[in-house]
């Protein structure tokens, strides 16, 4: 039997390879920003346990900025959508997102503190502190990890897009500036008006300092 005649005999399996195809791209991409993820939330954890004041700023603007990519490329993706009007129960928060903050909080010392302008297109200037908002971030993603863990592909996709364009980008971007606000005080050498930006610079200084000669 030729495929021409099979192919008529079934007119749905163009439209079915179609789906079948679609399905794969999903999960390959869900895999992806998944091990995106993990690897963020396993980074932030290390940083936060095991490095040195001085580390951390440089470590964590390394973390931040992969983890911003992986936003970018959910947000510039095709819609997710919710199979149910409420979304399912994820289980509990992990237990060490307590710890991981107070261990952030320890860690940046003076510098985790910030101002920042939380919408461009309304400028208001906002103080946060480094370590709510990584932590913020670290939760908002566990969320999906959990469903994609339970094998809930398209639910942590959209909860992933989500969250990153409700809450956890904005975060993101503002502590990747606010790091990069710290390395760029200690290595340019910047004209200094007020003892503001004086104490940041100093702050920034000692702490990079220490990471160098621990």
């Known amino acids: 039997m030729s495929d021409n005649s099979t192919t008529e005999q079934l007119p749905g399996l163009a439209a079915l390879e179609a789906l079948i195809a679609v399905e794969t791209e999903t999960v390959r991409f869900a895999d992806d920003i998944a091990a995106s993820v993990r690897s963020f939330l396993d980074g ?3 940083v936060a346990a095991q490095a040195t004041g001085g580390q951390a700023v440089s470590l964590l603007l390394l973390q931040i900025s992969q983890i911003a990519l992986t936003g970018a490329r959910l947000g510039v993706h ?3 959508a919710p199979r149910d009007e409420y979304q399912p129960d994820d289980g509990p928060d992990p237990d060490d997102l ?3 903050r107070l261990q952030l909080a320890g860690l940046l010392g003076n510098l985790d503190v910030y101002s920042y302008v939380f919408d461009p297109y309304d400028p208001e200037v906002v103080e946060g502190l480094l370590s709510d908002d990584l932590t ?3 939760a908002d993603l566990a969320v999906g ?3 994609y863990d339970a094998g809930d592909v398209e639910e942590a996709l959209w909860w992933w897009q989500f969250s990153y ?3 956890w980008g904005a975060l993101a971007g503002s ?3 606010a790091l990069l606000s710290v390395v760029a005080h200690d290595r340019l050498d910047v004209d200094l008006d007020t003892t503001q930006e004086l104490e940041l610079v100093e702050a920034a200084a000692a702490v990079l300092d220490s990471g160098e000669n621990a």
């Open 98 to 100: 307590d710890e991981l």
């Open 44 to 46: 932030l954890r290390v």
């Open 78 to 80: 095709r819609d997710f």
């Open 165 to 167: 364009v409700s809450s």
């Open 175 to 177: 502590s990747m500036k």
């Open 136 to 138: 913020s971030i670290a």
């Open 145 to 147: 990890v959990r469903h």
